[in-house]
């Protein structure tokens, strides 16, 4: 199995927070990666839009996937910042990780995240570290 398999099916584990929270990494390879949160009634905050923790751990669950399957194992995030620029709604919310950075040690993530009409809800930049760091 090669090592964009092999970080699908670690991180869409079903019996792992990701899952429980209606998360699924549907792509990784060439540093990038791509994932998509099943909007449910717990996704949501009290308005009805979707909580800005479950935005966050939708892009910080795709970049750090994008990292692993990128460069070579398993990375802590390190810091992430993300920038909500409109409510969040829908039945899905898609998330595109692309690299700004990957280093021997520390890898930097730029982030998009998407309504189901194709509108940018939020944008980031998430920065991990290697637990392993290449030599």
């Not at 964009?4 to 670690?10: G, I, K, P």
């Not at 549907?26 to 935005?55: D, F, M």
């Not at 966050?56 to 795709?62: C, G, H």
């Not at 194709?118 to 991990?128: E, L, N, P, Q, S």
């Amino acid at each position: 199995m090669n090592r964009e398999a092999q970080v699908l099916e670690r991180v869409n584990n079903p019996n792992l927070f990701n899952s429980h929270n209606g998360i699924t990494v549907t792509a990784v390879g060439g540093g990038k990666a791509q994932g998509v949160l099943e909007v449910s009634s717990t996704s949501l905050n009290p308005h009805g839009i979707v909580h800005g923790g479950c935005l966050y751990t939708l892009a910080d669950t795709v970049a750090g996937s994008a990292v692993a399957a990128s460069c070579g194992g398993p990375c802590v995030t390190v810091s992430g910042t993300l920038e909500f620029l409109r409510p969040a709604t829908g039945e899905a919310i898609y998330c595109t990780a692309s690299p700004k950075k990957l280093g021997s040690t520390i890898c930097t993530m730029e982030v998009e995240l998407t309504n189901q009409d194709h509108k940018v809800v939020a944008t980031g930049t998430f920065i991990f570290m290697l637990v392993q760091p290449k030599v």
